[in-house]
C-alpha cells in the first residue's frame, strides 16, 4: 500500500511550484526532527497561504487541484502544537464531544491573520469522530475541502469519481492509507472526489471548505453518500457504487 508521505511526494514533487516544493520539504524535515525552522510555517502563515490560493479558486485564477496542493502543503506546514494554541484546542476537544454514529462538528475560531476582522475566503470546521465511527463514504460537487488530522488516527480511503448513472456513482480507487496527526487529504470535483475517513482511535481534524466552486451546482454544492462495500465491479478499476440516503448510509458506515 503507498504511504501517505509517497502520495504526499508524488503530488507535490510533480507540477509544483518550488517555493510550495520547498515549503513540503521543510514539513518533512520537521518531522523527521531535522527542522529547518525557515522552512516551516507558522500558523498564521499557513492560513494565509490558504486564503490566498481560495481567493484564486473563487476567482477562476486557480484550479481545484492548484488549492488541494496548496493546501496539503500550508496544512502539513501547520506547527499543531501552535495551532491547537490558536484554536484553543483542549478546550475545543473537551466540548465537542463524539456522536453515537458518524461525526460532531464544532465551528473552529481561527486567528485573526489580516488583522483586521476580515473574514478568510474559506470556512473552517472541526471534527469530532470517535474511535470506530466514520466520516461515511460521500462525494462531492462544486466545492473543495482539506482535512487535517489534529489528534487520533484514521483509515483513510478515497476514489475519483469517473462517473454517475441513475443511482449510482462510477468511482476508482486513488488513496488506502492511514492518516495521523499532521496528515492532509482534500477533495474536489477533478481529484480524489469521494472520501471515507474510519477512525481508528478517537480522532480530530479541521477542515478547510469552498463552496460554489462550480456554478452550475445548486446551492453552490452538493454531496452524495454512497455505497463502495455494495458496488459493481465495471472492470478497468472502475466500480459502479449505490447511492445512500443518510440514514441508510450512516446505519451501515457511522
Ligand atoms: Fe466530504
Avoid at 2 to 7: E, F, K, L, Q, R
Avoid at 56 to 82: C, K
Avoid at 111 to 137: C, E, L, M, Q, S
Amino acid at each position: 500500500m503507498p504511504t501517505a508521505t509517497d502520495s504526499r511526494r508524488r503530488r507535490l514533487l510533480t507540477g509544483l511550484a518550488p517555493a510550495l516544493a520547498a515549503v513540503w520539504l521543510g514539513a518533512r524535515a520537521t518531522r523527521a526532527g531535522a527542522l529547518d525552522a525557515a522552512l516551516r510555517l507558522s500558523v498564521t502563515g499557513s492560513l494565509t497561504r490558504i486564503d490566498q490560493v481560495s481567493r484564486a479558486l473563487r476567482a477562476g485564477e486557480a484550479r481545484p487541484t492548484d488549492w488541494q496542493d496548496a493546501v496539503e502543503a500550508a496544512a502539513a506546514a501547520i506547527d499543531l502544537d501552535e495551532l491547537f494554541r490558536a484554536i484553543d484546542f483542549e478546550r475545543l476537544r473537551a466540548t465537542a464531544g463524539y456522536a453515537e454514529v458518524g461525526v460532531a462538528t464544532a465551528p473552529a475560531r481561527l486567528p485573526d491573520v489580516f488583522g483586521d476582522g476580515r473574514r478568510p475566503a474559506y470556512y473552517a470546521k472541526v471534527f469530532a469522530v470517535g474511535k470506530g465511527r466514520a466520516v461515511i463514504p460521500h462525494g462531492h460537487a462544486g466545492m473543495v475541502s482539506g482535512h487535517l488530522v489534529l489528534d487520533g488516527g484514521f483509515r483513510l480511503r478515497q476514489y475519483d469519481r469517473v462517473g454517475d448513472e441513475p443511482g449510482r456513482m462510477l468511482i476508482r480507487p486513488t488513496v488506502d492509507r492511514v492518516e495521523t496527526a499532521g496528515g492532509c487529504s482534500t477533495i474536489s470535483d477533478d481529484r480524489d472526489n469521494v472520501h471515507w475517513l474510519v477512525a481508528e482511535s478517537d480522532a480530530h481534524t479541521l477542515d478547510f471548505l469552498v463552496t460554489g466552486v462550480a456554478p452550475e451546482t445548486p446551492g453552490g454544492y452538493a454531496v452524495q453518500n454512497i455505497d463502495p462495500a455494495g458496488a459493481e465491479d465495471r472492470g478497468d478499476g472502475v466500480l459502479a457504487a449505490p447511492h445512500l440516503d443518510v440514514e441508510t448510509a450512516l446505519a451501515k458506515y457511522g
